[in-house]
């Protein structure tokens, strides 16, 4: 069974979406999977399983990328195409059947939205694979001694990123000698194109306590690391909801986002948001997600800090 799944550019969406291709994979074991996303993105998909091949779609004008899909995939007789962008490219290749995003259930988290797909009983979450290299660098990494308490301050676009001096005074309350994790190792994960952003934080964690990871990994290493990992901390990002599906508690911060359609999904799993709301942060005079600066001030540290005291007392016992 020849089956073309087609899936998200950025790498939370895509994050997302692997609880729908696992569930795929599970119906049919024999299936023989072409996945389509972004450059981003791709590197999910390196260790999944049943993958012949991983089509990447770098963005052209006028939507011509969608065209390079289409001429990479006419030729192969496709039993099943999944497509949760709905582009023109799963209506004009031949296939025996086809699953297509339904419009509307904008109210839905989008794993939710993701499960009407495959018309599934319950919405499948998140899971990404990985291989024996990619564990043995993480133990290398964090190798298990001692508590880690994992950050990820950059996001896509600044108005999610929280400032780095509160993630530092956060990072400083919660590993206190009589706080939730005393002691603990503060790792910051990012991408090596977010090191500016990264850097006040990793100037001010002490040398001895920082773990330094900020684009020396890649998307599953970060992964295999998060799952040794005690609790993480980070804006809505796709680090964010790798965090969540390695099972670890994670606690999201939001402001100019919506965490009723993107709070990190999973039972051991919270968000925190800023005081103004959704509509009042993006409605601002001038608002524009690709320039304006952080809106995230209205988040207090105490705020943030409550809310990773009451996740580490729900589940922090369970941590991995």
């Given amino acids: 069974m020849n089956a073309l799944f087609i899936t998200y550019s950025r790498i939370g969406d895509a994050v997302l979406s692997t609880g729908l291709l696992a569930a795929l994979i599970s119906r049919h074991p024999f299936i023989r999977l072409t996945i389509a996303c972004g450059p981003a993105a791709a590197p999910l998909f390196d260790a999944a399983p049943n993958v012949d091949r991983v089509i990447v779609m770098t963005k052209r004008k006028a939507g011509m990328h969608w065209a390079d899909l289409w001429r990479a995939c006419l030729t192969i007789r496709w039993d099943l195409i999944v497509d949760l962008r709905d582009s023109p490219v799963s209506r004009l290749l031949p296939a025996k059947s086809r699953r297509l995003i339904r419009r509307g259930h904008n109210h839905l988290h989008r ?6 797909v495959l018309d599934a009983d319950s919405p499948p979450p998140p899971q990404l694979w990985i291989t024996r290299p990619h564990m043995a660098t993480a133990r290398k990494l964090v190798p298990g001694y001692d508590p880690v308490l994992a950050l990820g301050p950059t996001a896509n676009w600044p108005g999610k990123q929280w400032d780095g001096l509160r993630f530092a005074e956060l990072a400083h309350r919660l590993t206190g000698a009589t706080a939730i994790l005393p002691g603990a190792k503060v790792a910051i994960l990012g991408a090596d194109s977010e090191r ?5 934080v990793l100037r001010l964690i002490p040398a001895q306590q920082r ?3 900020v684009g020396k990994i ?8 998060l799952r040794r990992c005690s609790l993480f901390i980070g804006n809505d990002s796709g680090l964010m909801h790798i965090a969540a599906a390695a099972g670890i508690p994670t606690l999201g911060l939001f402001g100019p986002s919506r965490e009723t359609h993107y709070a990190p999904w999973g039972l051991r799993t919270a968000t925190v948001r800023t005081r103004l709301d959704y509509e009042e942060l993006v409605g601002s005079p001038g608002y524009d997600h690709r320039t304006t600066p ?6 207090s540290i105490g705020d943030a800090e409550a809310a990773a005291i009451r996740l580490w007392n729900r589940h922090g016992d369970k941590a991995a």
């Fill in 111 to 116: 794993v939710e939205r993701l499960a009407s």
């Fill in 196 to 200: 500016a952003e990264a850097e006040q």
């Fill in 211 to 213: 773990v330094d990871l």
């Fill in 218 to 225: 890649d998307l599953l290493t970060a992964y295999a690391v």
């Fill in 294 to 299: 952080s809106l995230m001030g209205s988040l």
